[in-house]
């Protein structure tokens, strides 16, 4: 009994060691790459701003000032101190409706991730272990999807659906489901003849038993990189629906549908629109860059030696 309770410790020290090791070389390979870090950096302020919204928001975000319409910036001449980054078109403070769009963008971006990443790789998984008519069925419905521009398909979806923030989410998911289909099923194809994969079969491992706990763990590398970029495609979608007026509908203090309410005064108010268009590309940026530290420290042919 000593002699289990000695194995038992010994083998959870060593996995905790292994762990440890992993997260400290998956660290070393994502640090090299300079830009990864400061996008990691960005975007966890991004995630800090979204949480403390409420507390760190100089006013609410649709709260109106009628005495002050269209407020340049603090610096420029005629701005005032209440509203660091101006006013919009109806007295709202700039500043307070980017620090709440945050919030929007994340949200958005996290669903949409959750959304695709479990229909796809689901779906992935079951072409790439089921093969023949099942695999050439689902790959044939992906290549119809895939065949149309992204926007595109995202709008008709929208179209049907109904205009709204929920709608625009589900729209966008689709659309980028296909990448992690064929990105799991190719993962799928290429470990299920391993010798771990067949080792498991003989023992009589249930298919779904395979599928889930021994070749998906195998296959989240690729699929984790995909994630995150796909975060920043989904954060970009949902800014074009809210500026074509088929996202998050106006007084919602999302980036995209600012853009919107802001065109008609693109020329005498140039602040209403340069901030959320920077705000977007600040995050899409910063998340890219993530995603291409992800890809270097998780994928071994790009490890340095």
């Given at each position: 009994?000593?002699?289990?309770?000695?194995?038992?410790?010994?083998?959870?020290?060593?996995?905790?060691?292994?762990?440890?090791?992993?997260?400290?070389?998956?660290?070393?390979?994502?640090?090299?790459?300079?830009?990864?870090?400061?996008?990691?950096?960005?975007?966890l302020a991004l995630v800090l701003i979204a949480i403390l919204?409420?507390?760190?928001?100089?006013?609410?975000?649709?709260?109106?000032?009628?005495?002050?319409?269209?407020?340049?910036?603090?610096?420029?001449?005629g701005g005032d101190w209440r509203f660091l980054l101006g006013?919009?078109?109806?007295?709202?403070?700039?500043?307070?409706?980017?620090?709440?769009?945050?919030?929007?963008?994340?949200?958005?971006?996290?669903?949409?991730?959750?959304?695709?990443?479990?229909?796809?790789?689901?779906?992935?998984?079951?072409?790439?272990?089921?093969?023949?008519?099942?695999?050439?069925?689902?790959?044939?419905?992906?290549?119809?999807?895939?065949?149309?521009?992204?926007?595109?398909?995202?709008?008709?979806l929208v179209a049907i659906l109904g205009p709204g923030l929920?709608?625009?989410?589900?729209?966008?998911?689709?659309?980028?489901?296909?990448?992690?289909?064929?990105?799991?099923?190719?993962?799928?194809?290429?470990?299920?003849?391993?010798?771990?994969?067949?080792?498991?079969?003989?023992?009589?491992?249930?298919?779904?038993?395979?599928?889930?706990?021994?070749?998906?763990?195998?296959?989240?590398?690729?699929?984790?990189?995909?994630?995150?970029?796909?975060?920043?495609?989904?954060?970009?979608?949902?800014?074009?629906?809210?500026?074509?007026?088929?996202?998050?509908?106006?007084?919602?203090?999302?980036?995209?549908?600012?853009?919107?309410?802001?065109?008609?005064?693109?020329?005498?108010?140039?602040?209403?629109?340069?901030?959320?268009?920077?705000?977007?590309?600040?995050?899409?940026?910063?998340?890219?860059?993530?995603?291409?530290?992800?890809?270097?420290?998780?994928?071994?042919?790009?490890?340095?030696?």
């Amino acid at each position: 009994m000593t002699y289990i309770t000695e194995t038992e410790t010994k083998l959870k020290k060593t996995k905790r060691e292994t762990r440890k090791r992993m997260l400290s070389e998956f660290w070393f390979y994502f640090s090299e790459n300079r830009g990864a870090v400061i996008g990691l950096w960005i975007f966890l302020a991004l995630v800090l701003i979204a949480i403390l919204a409420p507390l760190i928001a100089p006013h609410a975000p649709n709260e109106q000032y009628r005495d002050a319409l269209l407020v340049p910036p603090v610096w420029e001449e005629g701005g005032d101190w209440r509203f660091l980054l101006g006013t919009d078109p109806v007295g709202r403070d700039m500043l307070s409706r980017l620090i709440y769009g945050a919030q929007f963008s994340l949200f958005i971006g996290v669903v949409v991730v959750t959304l695709a990443v479990s229909g796809g790789v689901s779906i992935g998984l079951i072409a790439g272990y089921y093969r023949g008519a099942v695999d050439t069925i689902i790959m044939r419905i992906m290549d119809v999807i895939l065949a149309f521009p992204s926007l595109l398909l995202a709008l008709v979806l929208v179209a049907i659906l109904g205009p709204g923030l929920l709608n625009a989410m589900i729209a966008i998911a689709i659309v980028l489901q296909p990448h992690f289909v064929r990105l799991t099923r190719a993962s799928v194809m290429n470990e299920i003849n391993r010798e771990y994969v067949i080792s498991a079969k003989v023992a009589g491992a249930s298919p779904f038993y395979l599928m889930t706990r021994t070749i998906l763990p195998n296959c989240l590398g690729p699929v984790t990189v995909q994630a995150t970029l796909s975060f920043s495609n989904a954060i970009l979608d949902a800014a074009a629906l809210g500026f074509l007026g088929m996202g998050a509908q106006p007084p919602t203090p999302e980036w995209g549908t600012m853009l919107a309410e802001a065109r008609e005064f693109i020329l005498r108010a140039w602040w209403v629109v340069t901030f959320p268009g920077l705000a977007i590309l600040i995050t899409v940026l910063a998340i890219n860059l993530m995603g291409d530290g992800l890809r270097d420290a998780l994928d071994p042919k790009l490890k340095r030696s």
